[in-house]
């Protein structure tokens, strides 16, 4: 049952892979009015077409770094903030990690800031890569954390400002999301069964870290990550908590012998990878579940739908 409804909120980055698909995926029971805010660095001005009706919408383009919170914040009267917006290539994030840093911690510090003197809610997505490499299952007690990238380690950061601001009164929930798979319009391609599944539809070579075959790590459907955020906004759940949010734990032989179902001529190239000693972590998300969600998405469902929407392009 919901405590509050959350009217109004914003949504950072919300042109992205996540936010695309989120901005299509909220209650009305729950929200009224929603600011897409948004720098457009990845000019995904796509994600605003067709915008549902039900919902008030406004577009702002501006940055995270520099934006007038406080103003925002008490010009549109605002409840909760999803905060979405960062640097998200994690391969890539070795050769711009000051960039990252700045982004991903010292942008959010701005709207955790901000959020606090205002009595705003937030929503962070974290990353299960803060695990890095784990011998047994891990869960949200994990001391030893090992974060392999300066993405991970700017996600890491952030966490910690935020457990810092609860005794401030910070209202704030972190999800740490496993990777994401499933279309959205604005979908990126560069994590692991995204990538594989473009590179499968072009007939070119899954490029395969050489490490990376048995190794297990957390995956999250975009369809129950959905679910995730409206189950969070519905309880008003800013409970001050770290939650693993996952659909499954899979191999990478997992997501290219299922992608195989739907392409079955596929190459496979080992390469290497500046990330790629992240050796397996599988991960619990009890915490989560015991609260009454269960996740629904399945591998299979969700590459065939990605493979459907790029059919136009797809060689084989
Ligand atoms: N996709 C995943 O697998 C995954 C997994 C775990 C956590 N997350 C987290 O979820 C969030 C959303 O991920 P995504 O996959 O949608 O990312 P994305 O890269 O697709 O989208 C990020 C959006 O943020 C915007 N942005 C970047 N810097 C900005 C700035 N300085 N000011 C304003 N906007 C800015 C970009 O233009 C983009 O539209 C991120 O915080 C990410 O770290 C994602």
């Not at 409970?239 to 996952?246: C, F």
């Not at 997501?255 to 050796?279: A, C, G, H, R």
Request: glycine share 6%.
């Amino acid at each position: 049952m919901s405590k509050k409804h959350l009217k109004k909120i914003v949504i950072t980055g919300a042109l992205g892979h996540i936010g695309s698909r989120l901005i299509r995926s909220l209650s009305q029971e729950q929200i009224e009015k929603v600011i897409i805010f948004d720098n457009l660095t990845t000019q995904r001005y796509a994600s605003l077409f067709d915008l549902p009706k039900n919902l008030q919408f406004k577009f702002l383009e501006d940055d995270i770094r520099t934006a007038d919170f406080k103003k925002l914040f008490a010009s549109e009267n605002i409840d909760a903030v999803i905060h979405l917006a960062a640097l998200t290539d994690a391969a890539n994030s070795h050769e711009r990690a000051k960039e990252v840093m700045d982004v991903n911690f010292e942008g959010l510090k701005r709207v955790a800031n901000a959020c606090g003197e205002a009595g705003v809610k937030l929503f962070f997505p974290s990353t299960t890569s803060v695990y890095g490499s784990q011998a047994s299952v891990v869960d949200e007690t994990c001391a030893e954390l090992k974060p392999q990238s300066p993405y991970a380690e700017s996600k890491l950061a952030a966490e910690q400002y935020l457990l810092e601001q609860k005794s401030n009164g910070l209202q704030f929930i972190i999800c740490r999301f496993g990777t994401i798979f499933g279309y959205s319009v604005g979908m990126r391609f560069h994590t692991v069964v995204n990538k594989f599944l473009w590179q499968a539809v072009n007939g070119l070579p899954l490029t395969v870290w050489k490490t990376a075959w048995q190794q297990k790590r957390p995956y999250l459907d975009l369809n129950d990550c959905m679910r995730a955020v409206n189950f969070i906004l519905e309880r008003d759940l800013f409970d001050g908590e770290i939650y693993n949010m996952l659909t499954k734990n899979f191999a990478v032989k997992d997501i290219v012998e299922t992608i195989k179902e739907f392409i079955p001529n596929l190459k496979i190239e080992y390469v290497d990878s500046p990330i790629m000693n992240q050796l397996s972590y599988d991960v619990n998300d009890n915490k989560f579940r015991k609260l009454g969600f269960l996740p629904q998405g399945i591998l299979g469902k969700s590459i065939a739908e990605t493979i459907d929407k790029l059919e136009g392009v797809k060689t084989q």
